[in-house]
């Protein structure tokens, strides 16, 4: 099933309104998306009002200069995993005054996949400032951009449960 960019638009704006509502602030992280994310939820009119920034850290040494992911934990677990993407969120917190924030690295294709780690893995980390961080793998399937669109929707679709806004 492809993922509409109506659909997108539909579920930032959904955000955006619960962001709003709350009077909070979100900020992101995007590896494997690009700015995906990012461009989604400012097409939402008004999004100032509560998104704060997208850092599009694509490699390792934006990871660890932007977002103080630490060099032993690329070298260990790798960009895309648990570990590193808990990192990323953490150093939005640490980085920005947010209430929110949201890390994803993944591997999109269609290179790059391994046996440990297929073309198609995404991590995903997002939390509230003062609160557990979590962070989950996904498995979506077909090309580059579908993965892509699944990682964006569900970015979205964990920010709005996480905010009982789903």
């Known amino acids: 099933m492809t993922i509409s960019d109506q659909e997108l638009d539909q579920l930032a704006e959904k955000l955006g309104n619960?962001?709003?509502q709350r009077e909070m602030t979100l900020a992101t992280a995007e590896s494997c998306t690009g700015g995906w994310l990012?461009?989604?939820l400012?097409?939402?009119p008004g999004s100032s009002d509560w998104f704060a920034a997208s850092l599009v850290t694509y490699s390792n040494a934006a990871k660890q200069a932007l977002l103080g992911v630490?060099?032993?934990?690329?070298d260990e677990f790798g960009a895309v995993s648990g570990d590193t993407v808990l990192e990323m969120t953490d150093g939005l917190f640490d980085k920005l005054d947010v209430d929110v924030a949201l890390s994803i690295s993944g591997i999109a294709g269609p290179g790059g996949g391994t046996e440990e780690k297929p073309v198609g893995l995404v991590w995903i980390s997002w939390g509230r400032k003062g609160k557990p961080v979590f962070a989950h793998f996904y498995h979506f399937e077909g090309d580059r951009e579908a993965v892509?669109?699944?990682a964006v929707q569900q970015a979205?679709?964990?920010l709005l449960?996480?905010?009982g806004c789903a």
């Open 161 to 163: 449960d996480l905010l």
């Open 148 to 150: 892509r669109r699944q």
């Open 38 to 40: 990012g461009k989604v």
């Open 18 to 20: 619960c962001l709003r």
């Open 156 to 158: 979205l679709l964990s």
């Open 70 to 74: 630490n060099g032993h934990t690329l």
């Open 42 to 44: 400012t097409d939402v």
